[in-house]
């Protein structure tokens, strides 16, 4: 840290530091054909008041709207706070994916992440975010709650809502429960910018890939939440996961999965695998049936590796796992149920395990 903080927080467009000085927080803003909504994302940005520096970097993926002409005029009227990279030809068409390459250019000790179609609301978020992390030690991430804006005729996968009826307060949530499934709206957080184990080559061809960073996130730390809304996200016709059906969303989440169990540090895998359990093992099963290509490949190697993954957490003296995941894993081995049923009994008893619910697995 290369600057003294000032004595009380000024918005960040009226801040003046030395030449030279390294900004604590930056801001990574991906965007493409947000002309709707990019100029309401950087007004939330320079809405921000702190006691340190900040940079924003903002990826335009080739537009085809005025998008990167927003960006620019912004850029044009404070070039020492903005970082702006305008791209002529789609990366991520090409299977280069924004994000990671936007985050090697950013220089503060934070990153905070905010797409052009989202916006910040309070004026107060990265002043708080940051002094929850320095209380936190233990914490990699820090996120709130968010508000959820519905555009018409749209809608939103329930398990992918931000929260919005929580209690005031602060919760701290384990790496382990993010990598098991627990949601966190990307809109909402402030994160140290710590190397991440893997970003795997898998990461290209993910829809939902926020899963997936805050997943590898964590094995680095916890996320300290706080449950007050400082951010908006936006659910509209032109958003990649908002339009889509119900039966991509579902393979989507699973191909995130199978890339975390995949390509997480393996001390996670098993953590992991009980993710992927919990979106159903039947979900698996019905697009190994229907699907052709790369998806029936994916579902296979999950499948798999799945198994692999659930013997080595027993292995490893965890015996939590409930009774109706094992009698679907077996089920899926054996294609009769029956079998499958007295198969999966049959192991837990010799295990010794004590599932957390008898009830039978139905398909």
Not at 66 to 85: E, G
Not at 270 to 297: F, H, Q, Y
Request: aromatic fraction near 10%; glycine fraction near 6%; proline fraction near 4%.
């Amino acid at each position: 840290m290369n600057f003294k903080h000032l004595e009380r927080p000024l918005p960040i467009a009226e801040q003046v530091w030395p030449s030279g000085t390294k900004p604590l927080i930056s801001i990574c803003c991906i965007t493409y054909n947000h002309e709707r909504y990019i100029t309401k994302a950087i007004e939330g940005f320079l809405l921000q008041e702190t006691t340190f520096p900040v940079e924003i970097l903002i990826h335009d993926d080739a537009s085809a709207d005025a998008t990167a002409s927003i960006i620019q005029d912004y850029v044009d009227k404070s070039p020492s706070l903005f970082t702006a990279i305008l791209q002529n030809e789609n990366q991520y068409s090409l299977g280069n994916k924004p994000f990671p390459a936007l985050t090697l250019l950013a220089k503060g000790e934070f990153i905070a992440v905010c797409e052009g179609d989202d916006f910040w609301t309070h004026a107060g978020k990265l002043q708080r975010q940051y002094e929850l992390l320095l209380e936190y030690p233990e914490a990699v991430m820090a996120a709130h709650d968010v508000e959820a804006v519905y555009e018409q005729n749209v809608s939103a996968d329930e398990s992918d809502q931000p929260n919005q009826d929580s209690i005031p307060g602060l919760e701290y949530f384990s790496g382990e429960q993010i990598i098991a499934g627990k949601h966190i709206s990307p809109v909402s957080t402030v994160f140290r910018n710590v190397k991440i184990y893997n970003w795997g080559k898998r990461w290209r061809w993910l829809v939902n890939e926020d899963r997936y960073f805050n997943s590898m996130l964590a094995t680095r730390g916890g996320v300290i939440v706080e449950h007050k809304k400082m951010a908006a996200h936006i659910y509209h016709d032109g958003g990649v996961w908002s339009s889509a059906d119900e039966r991509t969303r579902r393979r989507n989440m699973i191909e995130v999965r199978v890339a975390v169990i995949l390509e997480i540090e393996p001390a996670f895998c098993p953590i992991a695998c009980l993710s992927l359990s919990k979106t159903s093992w039947i979900d698996i099963w019905n697009i190994l049936r229907t699907e052709k290509g790369v998806d029936s490949m994916v579902c296979m190697r999950a499948y798999f590796m799945g198994l692999f993954c659930c013997f080595r957490t027993i292995q490893a003296g965890i015996h939590h796992i409930p009774r109706v995941l094992w009698t679907q894993i077996l089920i899926l081995v054996f294609p009769f149920k029956v079998v499958g049923v007295f198969l999966a009994r049959g192991l837990m008893r010799k295990l010794g395990i004590k599932g957390e619910c008898d009830q039978r697995a139905s398909v």
